[in-house]
């Protein structure tokens, strides 16, 4: 019988890839979504690409009334994979509360309702915000943390946290995953990031320029000691970090995991510059980007980039994208959206 994947935050921008990448391996999945900050139009992507109707729940995780629902319509439930929540690193430094009440609610609900219901899997959106400001890279898993640079990141250290604690003594057993920078889109063109509000992350402020949604960007901070001045991350295509999560899943349906908690970092595993990702942009699709110089953002780290090595060899996973691949299905997305009058 096919496992049954509750996917939360599902019509955002991960959780669409992902509950496609779980329908393609075998997975049923259902859908829970507040659409605060998405909509459902990547339900319809899903069902041309798959053939298959995710059920979907519009409610919001905070509710824990509402939210319970999912799980007496689908008591068969097997894994959760938890993506809904805020974050807008600017937005969490200005309005904290609205971050910890939001993050943290909707994961003890979330938690709540899977140890009622007998889930065996547990799947965490985590971050590599969690390390805060790192001395060096790459990090690998057991980096210690540093201070979180914002309320957001904070919300995913006490995530993490919160699981740990939650889950010993239990025989649910979870998965943390800490993401670098996803970015790219599904090579169909027919899904990719389509926030509500105004993206900040830098590929769809790129692609959004590039198409005349914004008149200019600017490039945060060009002082950093990195090797061109402005910040280095490490990209990592967002179907290749869907594709993680049903890894994940396998490995603790299979009973590979020993530990309550396994945690893993996934990104390519080197970091570029947000100069070199303008660059990526421009050579891969012969378009020129509006941009200025500008000061550093508030809550940034200067540079961040992943050691992978314990996701391959433990989950088998292997990024299979670049930036080439990256920068290219993002402008093919952006262009597919804007003509079909998409935000
Ligand atoms: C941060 C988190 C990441 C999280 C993401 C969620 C860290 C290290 N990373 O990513 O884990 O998933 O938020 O939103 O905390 N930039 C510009 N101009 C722009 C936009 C961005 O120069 O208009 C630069 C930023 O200064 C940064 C880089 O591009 O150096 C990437 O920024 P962004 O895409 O927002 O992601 P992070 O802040 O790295």
Redesign the pocket.
Same mark, same amino acid.
């Given at each position: 019988m096919k496992p049954k994947v509750l996917v939360t935050g599902g019509t955002g921008y991960i959780g669409s890839h992902t509950m496609l990448d779980l329908l393609e391996n075998g997975c049923d999945v259902v859908c829970i979504d507040s659409c605060i900050n998405s909509d459902t139009s990547c339900l319809e992507a899903i069902r041309q690409l798959s053939g298959v109707e995710v059920p979907f729940y519009q409610a919001d995780l905070c509710d824990l009334g509402a939210s319970e629902r999912v799980f007496r319509d689908h008591p068969d439930i097997s894994g959760v994979i938890h993506f809904a929540a805020l974050?807008?690193?600017g937005e969490s430094v200005e309005k904290p509360l609205l971050y910890f009440r939001n993050n943290v609610d909707s994961l003890i609900n979330i938690l709540d309702l899977s140890l009622r219901y007998g889930v065996k899997a547990f799947i965490f959106s985590s971050?590599?915000?969690v390390?805060g400001d790192v001395q060096k890279s790459p990090v690998d898993e057991n980096t210690p943390w540093q201070e979180a640079?914002?309320p957001? $990141?904070r919300t995913?250290q006490i995530g993490e946290q919160i699981i740990r604690d939650t889950l010993q003594h239990t025989s649910m057993k979870s998965i943390l995953l800490r993401?670098?920078?996803?970015?790219g889109a599904h090579p169909s063109g027919k899904m990719g990031e389509s926030p509500i509000n105004p993206p900040?992350?830098?590929?769809p402020?790129i692609t959004e320029t590039a198409i005349g949604k914004r008149e200019s960007?600017?490039?945060?901070?060009t002082d950093y000691p990195t090797r061109d001045g402005?910040?280095?991350?490490d990209y990592i295509h967002v179907c290749d970090l869907a594709h993680a999560h049903t890894l994940a899943l396998k490995h603790v349906f299979a009973d590979r995991q020993l530990s309550q908690t396994e945690v893993f970092n996934l990104g390519i595993g080197n970091g570029l510059t947000?100069l070199e990702?303008i660059e990526a942009f421009q050579k891969q699709t012969g378009v020129s980007l509006s941009y200025t110089l500008?000061d550093?953002?508030a $809550?940034?780290?200067m540079a961040?980039y992943s050691d992978h090595t314990k996701a391959s060899k433990v989950l088998g996973w292997e990024p299979k994208m670049d930036i080439n691949d990256i920068v290219s299905s993002a402008w093919t997305w952006e262009k597919n959206r804007s003509t079909a009058g998409g935000k």
């Open positions: 974050k807008a690193v971050s590599c915000t390390y640079a914002s957001y $990141g995913k993401y670098f920078n996803p970015a900040q992350n830098l590929v402020v960007m600017t490039v945060f901070g402005s910040c280095i991350r947000v990702i500008g550093r953002r $809550g940034d780290v961040i």
